[in-house]
């Protein structure tokens, strides 16, 4: 994947050299979900390549991607063929670099069992169809809480960039997700979406644009 090279400072343009707008992606990177991990970021680079048909907008995207670092990292994310001296200080001073960071709060513990957690017990017609429900579904629930892996390293990411003054926009993996981070002390000061398209839709990387590195009209 071809991003823009972040050491370009500016876009070449019509009359003007526009700045460029660097920012850092974080989230999850697992390989039990890999394609979910880095399509999220593969729709939002994709749009600013050639935006509104106009060439690309003066955007520059730091993330894993960038190292290939999801080539080979493991089904929980814990190691990739990259030294993790290496990872944590390449992906600091990508942070420090960056103007502003995206997250994607999605730590996919709820893949697999999205069917678990829509039921109701208005759902059963006895108390023994329930209970045979749940019995067949408790060792694959049980999977899924012992081998999940936390967002950590967002975490961690996000805490980084708040201290550094950064502006930062949470991707909320659900609606239940959303409502909490909007109420959490600490990360409801940050810009929060329920989803990717959301913040598309309100083209807030638009406006961080101009607000922080100069102006497109449109």
């Not at 370009?8 to 019509?14: D, E, G, L, P, Q």
């Not at 959301?198 to 449109?218: D, H, M, Q, V």
Request: with cysteine; net charge neutral.
């Amino acid at each position: 994947m071809n991003l823009p090279n972040p050491d370009i400072k500016f876009a070449n343009s019509k009359g003007i050299d526009l700045p460029i707008l660097t920012i850092y992606m974080a989230g999850k990177i697992c390989g039990e979900h890999i394609d979910k991990c880095l399509n999220w970021q593969h729709t939002i680079v994709n749009i600013y390549r050639n935006y509104n048909g106009k060439g690309a907008y003066p955007v520059a995207f730091l993330s894993a991607l960038n190292s290939k670092e999801s080539d080979s990292v493991d089904k929980l994310g814990l190691t990739s063929a990259l030294d993790p001296s290496l990872i944590f200080l390449k992906d600091l001073l990508s942070i420090q670099k960056a103007d502003a960071l995206i997250a994607n709060m999605n730590d996919y513990l709820e893949e697999g069992i999205e069917d678990l957690l829509k039921v109701k017990p208005s759902d059963f017609n006895c108390a023994f169809e329930a209970a045979q429900f749940y019995q067949d579904n408790f060792y694959k629930l049980q999977k899924r809480i012992i081998n999940h892996r936390s967002n950590w390293g967002t975490l961690l990411e996000i805490g980084f960039a708040m201290y550094m003054q950064k502006p930062i926009i949470l991707i909320a993996a659900n609606k239940r997700q959303e409502e909490m981070l909007k109420k959490h002390p600490f990360l409801k000061r940050n810009t929060i979406v329920g989803s990717v398209e959301e913040l598309l839709e309100k083209k807030i990387i638009n406006i961080l644009y101009k607000a922080i590195s100069g102006a497109i009209y449109e």
